[in-house]
């Protein structure tokens, strides 16, 4: 069920969206053609806001070169929606990296993407992660270090852009 979690815990300014304990259903199958290839299939069915029902299904592949993993996927829903997305994934000097970008066309709702139910039009992020070590490689010291930047365009013409950072010390 969505944003139910099963130990009844809330906070003192929880809020609920209106699809709050929508229920939900997924399942993915990946099947590995060579070494270097894999293929994925994946499906979900949810309920929506409205007391409807929609479905998901998606389609890629997934493989790599040299020292960087690559992934590309395309995905069909419920009302005509299409999306196309790419993404590659390694490390450069030290830190691990993400970048994926995405198109949709049609009513498709990205939840993982927008954290809405807010049809999309493109949606592109980048993820950094790497560890600072301030007195040398050989100190016990270490700082882990994450940004993320995320940029998307929503059907309507709204745009959203946000960048966060995070560092934690043990």
Do not use: C, M
């Not at 979690?5 to 060579?34: H, K, T």
């Not at 409807?52 to 996927?73: E, H, K, N, P, Y």
């Not at 970048?99 to 039009?121: K, N, P």
């Amino acid at each position: 069920q969505k944003d139910v979690n099963l130990l009844g815990v809330s906070g003192p300014f929880d809020s609920r969206p209106d699809d709050y304990g929508a229920w939900r259903a997924s399942g993915s199958l990946e099947y590995g053609i060579s070494t270097g290839l894999t293929a994925q299939l994946a499906g979900s069915w949810f309920q929506t806001a409205t007391g409807g029902s929609s479905w998901l299904g998606t389609a890629g592949i997934r493989t790599g070169l040299g020292g960087t993993a690559l992934r590309a996927d395309i995905g069909i829903q419920k009302g005509g929606g299409k999306t196309a997305q790419l993404g590659i994934g390694g490390q450069l000097f030290g830190a691990s990296y993400t970048v994926t970008h995405a198109e949709y066309s049609g009513s498709f709702i990205d939840e993982v993407r927008a954290f809405s139910s807010d049809f999309l039009d493109r949606a592109s992020e980048v993820n950094l992660n790497a560890t600072i070590r301030p007195g040398g490689e050989d100190s016990p010291f270490y700082i882990p270090v994450s940004f993320r930047a995320r940029r998307l365009e929503f059907a309507s013409g709204r745009r959203q852009t946000e960048a966060t950072a995070r560092a934690s010390a043990p």
